[in-house]
């Protein structure tokens, strides 16, 4: 079993995903604890409810950026953490916590990077007419939305949509996402070399996503 540890700031609709995962029979992670730097954090219900340590660290409460990730990492710890989840959080992270976690953290992105990356990506994708726009899950550098990429989800973008309508649609695909790039984690089919990863036993297909559909 993967211990691991998600690190929210608001909503965590991911984090429910990835409740909702870990309580499924034979999954192969465990969430060890949830920590949110804000009090509140809807999150914190979703992980109480389902009897997970829910903790605030508050950046607040901090001197500085160093002291408040020494803090978070003093708690990871606590709880036996392997893998740590960011699942909107929302403090960007300083070299020394991504390099202290180097491939041991992992983010989920709404947008298929490296478009789009930073905040209000649905209005980017909608506003540059891409066609298809979805998800990322990648490992954390400390440039921030960028590093190794483990698994993406792609959505088709219609006219019509508004920055609303497509949020709904990635988010969708994000709550599969997670669990599954969680899951080939922790079955240990996750390399990462040369900045890329490489995932074993995966099945081919080279099958051509299209949007719009294909004539
Ligand atoms: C998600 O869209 C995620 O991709 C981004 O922040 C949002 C968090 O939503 N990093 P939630 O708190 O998981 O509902």
């Given at each position: ?28 992670a465990q969430i060890a ?94 506003d540059y007419g891409s ?85």
């Open positions: 079993m993967l211990k691991i540890g998600v690190l929210i700031s608001g909503r965590g609709s991911n984090l429910q995903s990835l409740i909702a995962a870990c309580a499924a029979s034979g999954f192969p604890c949830v920590i949110s730097n804000k009090a509140e954090a809807r999150g914190l219900d979703h992980a109480r409810a389902a009897n997970i340590p829910a903790l605030v660290i508050s950046h607040r409460d901090y001197a500085d950026r160093p002291a408040f990730e020494a803090a978070l990492d003093a708690a990871l710890a606590q709880h036996q953490v392997q893998l740590v989840c960011l699942a909107g959080f929302m403090r960007i992270l300083t070299a020394w916590f991504t390099e202290r976690w180097r491939d041991r953290l992992i983010n989920i992105h709404p947008s298929l990077l490296p478009a789009f990356p930073g905040l209000d990506t649905h209005q980017k994708a909608i066609k298809l726009t979805g998800c990322t899950v990648h490992f954390v550098r400390a440039e921030m939305d960028h590093g190794p990429i483990i698994l993406q989800a792609a959505v088709p973008v219609f006219p019509e949509d508004t920055e609303e309508t497509l949020s709904a649609r990635v988010l969708k695909a994000e709550h599969k996402a997670y669990p599954t790039a969680l899951r080939l984690i922790a079955d240990n089919r996750v390399n990462v070399f040369e900045e890329r990863t490489f995932i074993s036993d995966v099945p081919a297909s080279d099958e051509a996503l299209f949007s719009p559909p294909k004539l």
